[in-house]
């Protein structure tokens, strides 16, 4: 039926097949549309392939999404083709959000067309997954069926399912219970609860991944009533395994258009045509052609001819398990496919890696003027066939079609096949490719692609070059890697010539990187033209490649392209590593020399110096370098560069290990400041003149650059891993300590004066002593990088630091300076404007302002100084200074040299008060001049007044005598010295045994531990944790004790309002009084009622070596510390919110006791964000629902209730207590087009306002008059007892009579306060 020619018996070698099926009835041909019987072979038939002509809007195909971008998706399609769909401008989900790769769907085609790019022609498919494209059927008027496929997008997620948009103004319900196998939900704002470390784990494992925007097949459990169009789909959602093993029968498919891509068919063999199999199913309804390359099975052809042995399967299968892979309803095009990977809606088979080359590819069709299939050598590995027939058997069990299962094949397209492939124009070529690609021909193929996944085919190319070429893609060239007789394809103007690796891959070789040693004579040109012609093949390197630019840069360089000593890569580089480069750049700084993949480095002026190869080198020129020094830096905007600093390879260096610890060379040399060098130790190297200031006022003195041996600069030399010299400078005002005032005059008298002291190449007949040092590492004092060690000739410095007494200072940045000592330094210069500024060691700097005599002095010259003022809390101090050396010191205890004083824990010390904290945490006091020590609040005394009020006590100037608890030591010759140590004022320490009771003191500025708690300091530099349950008995519990963190934040909580940096001095040696507040979360009206500073008597509940877990209970200070009572099962308990997330919120109960509250068990009503509804802190009352388990971190678990109709005790409401005609109380819960939903106040029963019961007038949009969350009254109109469904109206008619205070609403269970069973606990 349906073919309009009728064949005689001997006509047809198929007539018995199409005899058996003559008494189906089809209104299709056999085969379905795009199958045509040929005049000549007897009427054999011809199944049309998919070709783009075929490829008309309204065609559906199964895919599988491949790629998946914000506004783009990239699915591969049947036949090799690939469509791509744009991100719906209507939809306001991004593509990533609506798929994920490897997806496999049914898509229908919207637009397919040739268009013109740079490139040529180009064929574009657009396709589209959304449910309005794929379930076009059903919107015109066609209902789906029962246990039907149907597309839907997620549109919202509820408590118990979520709702699917399906395109034709229906709407499906999904409930969780009706998923097969794991799902998981995703958040709107992407990020797993941190809470829940396990969720990421979850998300892996999930077989369907649900959230708003997504789409996904779903099976019609309960279809559209038809007399009711407009009622809710139930929809399921099957696993991967029901959905492979699902068959299609013939009552869920009313008619051809009913048919979808992705069904899967029992089929009937109807006839073998030339090139697949005409197929009927749904008891011969349909037709369709299973096309060869979907046979599931290739068979190897014997002869020129095409295999023929699949004929013998098929004319014996009878019924084939298929799934239908393309359908047109208007062309009446129906394709079915036999693969394994399609039946089992599985990934392919692993295809061969891109580039893999085949020797022996045996070729099975070829289709004229296309391309060839080709069956690979290596059939597919035992582990990938053993997963074949697991759910559907094959459609023959002969060893032939199982072992054609297993053969791999690739596709050689006709452009691909042939060097000079015209576009087809030469029918001779066009010939020849067919008898070349005869089947039975072996040929040598590339792997071009693997991107197919529907047939999971690979592309290849036999093409010799092709096959043969240097590199495949951009990809595969690398930097550093060698490419062999290149072929040169053209030159450029600049000089440069350009090379073919084959593929259209081309390199660029600048002019520059043809010869070893850069050159512009007639004889080079000459050379270049014969060794460098089109058609030469050279060697070359690559030196970088921009892969998206198609950019590659190669060099020639006979020496670069042979050498064994590349560098490729920063973070490989290593101290004394060789490499081989060209320089690139010549500038004061020095050599700057390329490597490979973009390494860079520089050969300082000064190490060219050193070599005597100032300008011997320019740019091009090979030079071979070791490195000296590698390092990493990171600007603002973390971006990464790199300093490396290198040297040339010479007989000098050559002795340098290539692999040296870098960790060493990267470590700083330990120079002591103001270490004093003897006589005849630096050598002068070369001496630098003196210069005029800009505008000619004032003289910049030169300096003479020196060498000293490294010995003599360091307390431990190592000789293994040490340079053996170091390289100095010494100013020319670093000769005398007074300067007659005509040398400062003019740079030549300066540099008269300083040539009495330094002779090139001549020893410094002096002492010297080190000012500066700029904290270099060994590696850039081995290579003379950074800043120079500066050294000093000044008498009175080097005696001053040699004296063993400290009554005159010499400071440095960390010393610890007061007010009253006298320094020694050397006037820098004057500035009328302000007074002289003096300079110290390592850069420390002082000013002597106009007010203190400063202009008195004179420039560069050693004076002595007192301190007048100092600020340390900036690095270096801010010193202001006074040169009126009258008037008496502060006395303080004598205490000899400071570098013979040693102190112990517990010695007994004492000391001058010589600055208060400004937080009133403790006070400083002046052990000697230079050793400072500090004294905390609670370790001053043991009365709780003065602890609070510490100036009232002590004052600056009175002496103290104390016991050390803690010291800290200095480094180099300062080793023994003290940097500074903690003190307490009494000898006896409490206990703090568990049960023990001590003061503490309220620090806001410490990170809490397990916030809400706070931290106290504890006396003895031991710290406390209280927990915010202990804070007080539970009957004293308030709201908000430690403040509230949404206070003043207008709504938003404060961000770590306890995690306030560390002041303790523990762990660092700046001022622990002196931390830096944030002003902007740290404001004492926010700390509640335990501010900053404050003093408390606490009991130690757990102790530890340093830090404690206290108490400030009444109860436990009084009667020790016992454990609270676990609640049980049923119990309204109070508790304090720990923290809340988008699906709910964590309580603590106590110590030792968490809970969870479900979001939806939070409040009755709707709340809008329950972040800032139930902040950190706030005081709740619940009821316990279930536990108690065991947390992640050991403590009992429970599960609570905190909507007011759990904890209270009135009757809730129930299904069966609502009847029709009453009116309730209740809140907006859920805002659709259709109407709104309403939950009862006091019960868990809601019901739908239609749209047209909620108001007198007409409402376009629900939205626009309701919000979630608004409190209203309904007045129930409908109640469906077997469905469980009500029906509600608010129309203001219903509510005319009622009187005003049954309208009026229950208080808001988020108040500020409210009474908890007649308590006055506060609730917020």
């Known amino acids: 039926p349906g073919n309009n020619k009728r064949h005689k018996r001997d006509q047809s070698p198929h007539h018995a097949v199409d005899q058996q099926n003559q008494q189906r009835s089809s209104l299709l041909p056999i085969g379905g549309g795009g199958v045509i019987t040929t005049r000549k072979n007897r009427g054999e038939r011809i199944i049309e392939s998919l070709g783009f002509s075929k490829l008309r809007p309204g065609l559906q195909l199964l895919s599988v999404v491949r790629e998946v971008h914000e506004d783009l998706a990239v699915f591969s399609l049947p036949n090799h083709w690939t469509g791509f769909m744009l991100r719906p401008t209507s939809s306001s989900w991004a593509c990533d959000e609506m798929l994920q790769v490897g997806q496999m769907m049914c898509v229908t085609v919207v637009k397919a067309a040739q268009e013109a790019t740079k490139t040529g022609p180009r064929r574009r498919i657009q396709v589209s997954c959304m449910p309005g494209k794929v379930n076009s059927t059903f919107a015109n008027g066609e209902q789906p069926k029962q246990n039907a496929v149907i597309r839907g997008q997620i549109k919202t997620v509820e408590d118990h399912g979520v709702l699917i948009d399906v395109g034709f103004s229906q709407v499906g319900f999904l409930s969780f219970d009706d998923i097969e196998g794991k799902y998981y939900l995703l958040e709107d704002n992407g990020d797993d609860d941190k809470d829940e470390p396990n969720l990421n784990n979850e998300k892996e494992t999930a077989e369907h991944l649900l959230g708003e925007g997504r789409v996904l097949d779903f099976l019609v459990k309960t279809p559209p009533s038809a007399r009711n169009k407009n009622t809710i789909m139930k929809l399921g959602l099957q696993s991967q395994t029901s959905r492979a093993s699902q068959i299609t029968l013939a009552d869920q498919l009313p008619s051809v258009h009913a048919l979808r891509p992705g069904i899967m068919v029992h089929a009937n063999v109807e006839a073998l045509a030339k090139n697949g199999v005409c197929v009927a199913f749904s ?206 394809c053209g030159h450029l103007d600049s000089g440069g010539v350009r090379v073919d690796f084959g593929l259209g891959i081309r390199g660029l070789i600048p002019s520059q990187q043809l010869f070893d040693q850069s050159s512009n004579s007639d004889y080079r040109s000459r050379i270049q033209k014969v060794k460098y012609a089109i058609n030469s093949k050279i060697d070359v390197r690559v030196i970088k490649v921009d892969v998206e630019a198609r950019k590659c840069i190669l060099t020639a360089k006979k020496t670069l392209v042979s050498t064994k000593h590349m560098l490729k890569s920063f973070e490989d580089l290593k ?102 060098l003897p006589k005849h130790c630096a050598r002068v190297v070369q001496i630098k ?33 040490m340079p053996s010299t170091i390289e100095c400078k010494i100013h020319f005002d670093q000769i005398l300590d007074r300067y007659e005032a005509e040398s400062c005059d003019t740079p030549s008298a300066l540099d008269a004066v300083a040539h009495e002291y330094f002779k090139l190449g001549e020893l410094v007949d002096a002492e010297s002593m080190i000012l500066f040092d700029p904290k270099k590492t060994v590696t850039e004092h081995r290579n003379g990088t950074g800043k120079f060690v500066t050294l000093s000739l000044r008498p009175q410095l080097i005696q001053t630091c040699q004296k063993e007494t400290k009554d005159i200072l010499v400071p440095k940045p960390g010393d610890h300076l007061f007010v009253g000592a006298v320094v020694q330094g050397f006037v820098s210069h004057l500035d009328p404007r302000h007074g002289a500024f003096v300079s110290f060691l390592d850069g420390l700097t002082g000013l002597v302002p106009k007010a203190h005599d400063g202009l008195s002095l004179r420039t560069f010259d050693t004076v002595k100084l007192r301190i007048a003022q100092v600020d340390p809390t900036v690095a270096p101090p801010k010193l202001i200074l006074t040169a009126q050396m009258k008037g008496k010191l502060p006395s303080r205890r004598s205490t000899g040299a400071d570098k013979e004083v040693k102190f112990g824990k517990g010695d007994k010390v004492s000391g001058v008060v010589s600055r208060m904290a400004k937080d009133g945490s403790g006070f400083w006091v002046d052990i000697t001049p230079s050793l400072p020590g500090f004294v905390s609040a609670v370790d001053a005394s043991k009365d709780i007044k003065v602890m609070e009020d510490l100036k009232a006590e002590f004052r600056v100037g009175q002496q103290v005598t104390g016991y050390v608890l803690d010291k800290r030591k200095g480094a180099g010759r300062e080793s023994d010295r003290c940097h500074f140590v903690t003190l307490a004022l009494s000898k006896k320490l409490p206990s703090f045994k568990v049960g023990s009771v001590v003061y503490a003191r309220v620090n806001r500025r410490r990170n809490s531990a397990h916030p809400p708690s706070l931290i106290l300091d504890l006396p003895g530099k031991k710290s406390g944790r209280c927990c915010i349950t202990e804070l007080a008995d539970r009957d004293d519990w308030t709201n908000f004790p430690l403040g509230n963190p949404m206070k003043g934040k207008g709504g938003k909580p404060e961000k770590n309002v306890d995690r306030l940096v560390s002041g303790d001095g523990d762990d660092s040696e700046a001022d622990p009084s002196d931390q830096q507040e944030d002003h902007d979360v740290r404001k004492e009206s926010n700390f509640g009622l335990f501010p900053h500073g404050k003093v408390v008597k606490c009991c130690i509940l757990k102790s530890g070596k340093d830090s404690f877990e206290v108490s400030c209970r009444k109860s436990r200070i009084n009667g020790g510390a016992t454990a609270d009572e676990p609640p049980s099962l049923g119990d309204k308990v109070p508790a304090y919110v720990d923290n809340t997330n988008s699906k709910g919120c964590f309580l603590r109960i106590s110590r030792h006791s968490e809970a969870r509250v479900m979001i939806k068990e939070l409040t009755d009503g709707f709340v809008p964000d329950p972040v800032v509804a139930f902040p950190p802190g706030r005081l709740v009352l619940g009821r316990i629902k279930g536990g108690p388990k065991a947390s992640g971190s050991g403590k009992e678990l429970f599960d609570v209730d905190l909507r007011e109709s759990s904890v209270s005790d009135k009757k809730r409401l129930t299904f069966d207590d609502i009847q029709v005609g009453d009116k309730y109380m209740g809140s907006v819960s859920r805002i659709e087009d259709y109407g709104a939903f309403v939950r009862i106040d006091r019960s868990d029963v809601a019901g739908l306002v239609h749209k047209s019961e909620c108001s007198e007038n007409y409402i376009a949009e629900v939205s626009s008059v309701y919000d979630p969350g608004d409190l209203v009254k309904v007045l129930v109109i409908r109640k469906d007892v077997e469905k469980k469904q009500l029906a509600f109206s608010m129309k203001a008619s219903h509510f005319a009579d009622d009187s005003t205070d049954e309208s009026e609403s229950e208080p808001d269970e988020s108040g500020d306060e409210m009474e908890v069973d007649g308590d006055d606990t506060e609730k917020v």
């Not at 069990?397 to 397209?413: F, L, N």
């Not at 004061?588 to 490979?596: E, N, P, S, Y």
């Open 575 to 676: 101290v004394g590593q060789l490499g081989t480069g060209f320089v690139s750049k010549v500038s004061d700084r020095g050599l700057h020399v390329a490597f490979f993949n973009g390494v860079y480095g520089l050969i300082p002026t000064r190490n060219l110096r050193k070599n005597a190869v100032e300008g011997t080198y320019g740019v091009g020129d090979v030079i071979q370098c070791r490195i000296l020094n590698a390092k990493c830096f990171k600007n603002k905007r973390k971006e990464t560069s790199w300093d490396v600093t290198l040297a040339i390879a010479t007989d000098e260096n050559d002795d340098i290990p290539d692999d040296v610890d870098m960790e060493k060379e990267n470590s700083v040399l330990p120079l002591q400041t103001a270490r004093v």
């Open 283 to 488: 008891n011969g309804a349909y037709r369709g052609a299973i096309e060869g390359q979907h046979l599931g099975s290739f068979f190897l052809p014997k002869t020129r001819e095409e295999s023929t042995a699949w004929r013998e399967v098929f004319d014996k299968a009878g019924v084939v398990t298929s799934r239908v892979i393309a359908v047109d309803a208007t062309t009446k095009i129906v394709r079915l496919s036999l693969i394994d990977h399609l039946l089992h809606l599985t990934p392919p088979p692993k295809q061969p890696d891109i580039g893999t080359v085949f020797a022996k590819a045996t070729v099975l069709r070829c289709d004229p003027g296309i391309g060839a299939l080709l069956a690979l050598p290596e059939p597919l590995p035992s582990s990938e066939a053993s997963k074949m027939g697991s759910i559907h058997a094959p459609p023959s069990k002969s060893d032939e079609y199982v072992d054609g299962q297993r053969v791999q094949v690739a596709y050689v397209h006709v452009s691909k096949a042939v060097d000079d492939y015209d576009g087809g124009k030469d029918k001779v070529k066009e010939a020849a490719f067919a008898k070349d690609f005869a089947p039975s021909t072996k040929h040598k193929i590339r792997i071009l692609a693997t991107s197919n996944l529907i047939e999971g085919f690979s592309s290849a190319a036999a093409a010799p070059s092709i096959v043969g070429a240097h590199v495949f893609q951009y990809d595969d060239l690398l930097p550093g890697n060698v490419y062999k007789q290149v072929p040169i």
């Open 689 to 721: 003149s003196s210069r005029e200031r800009a505008g000619g006022v004032g003289v910049i003195p030169g300096c003479a650059i020196l060498e000293f041996p490294t010995k003599m600069g360091v307390e431990n030399y190592d000789k293994s891993n």
